[in-house]
């Protein structure tokens, strides 16, 4: 029964590993060649010892038993030598895919890529380098990249590979170098490898061209020194313009008044005169004199206030500023406390609520927020009584204040005019001024990397919202 | 009585086996690394019954060690086809 079993097992078990040298034939182009024979070793190793067993069993003695005894030996270490196969079957695999993946990225990119020994010389370029400099990898291998380096470069380049041996083992520098298109601006990262026992194996540098970067910047600088130039230059032309312009308006107050004298003193000879038929004709000329004096004594007082406007504008370019935490509330306070006869007159309600403290110039924000809440009181409606809430927050790294006024509002149509110099909104109405305020406020703002905004409702009232760095901690008040 | 083939067989399979385990986390990645796991293990059976066989349970241990063998071929047999199967399917 057993010997039954057994022929039958060892049947079915020829029939299985006929096929499977079958499957691996029809497979064998799929498979590496060494597992392909590795497997074939395998299945013929085991066809052959059964092959030995079936003689065995059926009482056939056979030389080839012998044979099968060392063959069952050989079948465990097939066995091992398959499975290391594998193994590094797939090591190779996934070194290849990886150096295929990174060969893809270094030779498809733009951007330069070169290894240097500790010397300087090239190991290793990318194509873009290559083509860069119109040579070929060959060409460049071994030799050493100075001597493409700009003359007034050389000196830098080989300052900043020293550092190399120094934490942090990585350096960034900009050279110019003479390649197949010129001179070129090149943008170069230095990283140095060690090897184990800690010297510099080699350097891996990855460079960009930026000429037109580099020419885009020189550009820029010398339109930059050019308009400090001319800005300079107009400054100072305001200056002295508004500042020598006061010396014939001095002259012609002066004078004005002291004409104005005159005609007085006229005015009263001819008052106390014998009566002449020429007194009642003089009489309406000196009358005309006096008014043509006022004229002239109110545009000569406007002029001056209008010279004085310039040169505080003009002045607001030229303040050194002192950059420091401020505490908002309490600059407030003391500003509504300055203007306490107006608010009280006024009868407004000044709300001050909590203030994140910012980091700006002190004088130049208290001019600020100043004319912010002196133009609040300027401009409130007579028909209800006046509010001014001052609010604020923090918002992205940045403070923002609110001045918000119940006053008689901005038409849209004027509200992208309100900070132009001399800018009135109605300049016949009762409210008196130069239209410098908001100006200034606006000039203020922008030294001090702020910026203003309004938001405005005729009839509601506007609200003024003033953005300032935020201080870098918090400051006791 | 045993053979020396045999117990050297099995040395060599449990050396094998060894070398298994100090690998598993790269034979884990193979494919179809289960089927071949299972053949090894059953290759590993095969032995042990065939060295045993000769002290307990002849016939017995004789039967476990031809049916463990079988169920070998056919779980190799299954691994060879995946890993042909896989390929040309990926073709």
Known sequence: ?477 | MFEKNEVITLLITVGIGIFFWSNRKSIIHLHACKLLILSFLLYLARTCFTVLEGYLWPNTLNLLEHLSILLFSIVFLLWCWQIGYRKEKKQ
């Open chain 1, 1 to 477: 029964m057993n010997i039954i079993l057994l022929l039958t097992l060892i049947s079915l078990f020829f029939v299985f590993l006929s096929t499977g040298i079958v499957l691996l034939w029809k497979y064998q182009r799929y498979l590496s060649a060494d597992i392909f024979f590795i497997l074939l070793g395998i299945l013929g190793l085991f066809l052959f010892d059964h092959i030995c067993n079936i003689f065995e069993w059926s009482g056939m003695k056979s030389e080839m038993d012998m044979y099968g005894d060392f063959f069952q030996i050989l079948q465990p270490m097939f066995l091992g030598i398959l499975v290391y196969a594998l193994l590094q079957h797939r090591l190779r695999r996934q070194i290849l895919i990886s150096e295929a993946k990174y060969r893809l990225l270094v030779e498809n990119q733009n951007d330069l890529v070169i290894k240097l020994d500790p010397d300087g010389h090239l190991l290793f370029v990318s194509p873009s380098y290559t083509r860069l400099f119109g040579s070929t990898e060959k060409e460049l291998l071994g030799q050493s990249f100075l001597p493409v380096v700009h003359k007034d470069d050389q000196e830098m380049t080989r300052k900043e590979i020293e550092k190399l041996s120094r934490p942090p083992y990585a350096c960034q520098f900009r050279q110019r170098a003479h390649t197949k298109f010129g001179w070129r601006h090149l943008a170069w990262a230095y990283r140095a490898i060690f090897n184990e026992s800690g010297k510099i194996h080699s350097i891996v540098g990855t460079g960009r061209d930026i000429t037109d970067q580099a020419q885009a910047e020189e550009e820029r600088t010398a339109l930059l020194s050019k308009l400090e130039t001319k800005n300079k230059e107009l400054q100072s032309l305001l200056y002295i313009s508004s500042h020598d312009l006061q010396s014939p308006l001095v002259n012609i107050r002066g004078f004005s008044g002291e004409l104005k004298n005159t005609c007085e003193q006229l005015k009263d000879m001819l008052s106390n005169a014998a009566p002449d038929p020429d007194k009642k004709k003089i009489a309406p000329l000196l009358d005309e004199i006096d008014q043509a004096l006022y004229f002239i004594d109110t545009g000569a007082e406007k002029m001056q206030d209008l010279i004085d406007g310039i040169l505080k504008l003009s002045r607001i370019g030229s303040v050194e500023l002192t950059i420091q935490p401020i505490n908002m509330k309490a600059m407030i306070h003391s500003i509504t406390e300055t203007l306490h006869f107006q608010i009280q007159q006024s009868g407004t309600e000044v709300v001050i609520e909590e203030l994140p403290e910012c980091n700006t110039d002190l004088y130049q924000i208290s001019q600020v927020f100043s004319n912010l809440i002196e133009n609040a009181l300027k401009f409130l409606d007579p028909a209800r009584p006046g509010q001014i809430r001052i609010t604020g927050h923090k918002k992205d790294g940045q403070c923002e204040y609110h001045i918000t006024d119940n006053g008689i509002g901005i038409k849209p149509e004027h509200q992208s005019k309100i900070f132009e110099i001399f800018h009135r909104l109605n300049p016949e109405g009762s409210v008196k001024g130069l239209g410098l305020g908001l100006s200034i406020v606006l000039r203020i703002l922008d030294k001090l990397d702020g910026s203003i905004r309004l938001l405005s409702e005729p009839g509601k009232g506007s609200t003024f919202i003033v953005t300032l760095p935020a201080a870098p901690k918090e400051v006791a008040s």
